[in-house]
Nanobody
């Protein structure tokens, strides 16, 4: 059974930082491209960041470029999202997702439709 479990969400003031972690089990993690998406109630899910299965490519939404960093630790079946210089508009539920043999650019363009597995999300709240 596949599990993607996000952690690290919480409340922070604008300008602060958070580090999200997604721990995977039940999959051959090194074969999966990994991505983060976020969703605000009443709005569509939005792509945030992706890292290819080979970890050689990353891709970011324009709104987070230069502030967020995605990385992965294959031996620990974990993907991270380091979020710095947070803004109130970053407030959302953040979801981790996995795409078999996923490429970072492809994952950024499919709005989640190519992803095979999803976590349940972790809430990030940024106050002004």
């Amino acid at each position: 059974q596949v599990h993607l479990i996000e952690s690290g969400g919480g409340s922070v003031q604008a300008g602060g930082s958070l580090r999200l972690t997604c721990s995977a089990s039940g999959i051959a993690f090194s074969r999966y491209g990994m991505a983060w998406y976020r969703q605000v109630p009443g709005k569509d899910r939005a792509f945030v960041a992706a890292i290819s299965w080979k970890a050689d490519r990353t891709y970011y939404a324009d709104s987070v470029k230069g502030r967020f960093t995605i990385s992965r630790d294959n031996p620990k079946n974990t993907v991270f999202l380091q979020m710095d210089s947070l803004k109130p508009e970053d407030t959302a539920v953040y979801y981790c997702a996995a795409d078999y043999w996923g490429d970072a650019l492809t994952m950024s363009r499919t709005q989640g439709r190519s992803m095979d597995y999803w976590g349940n999300g972790t809430l990030v709240t940024v106050s002004s």
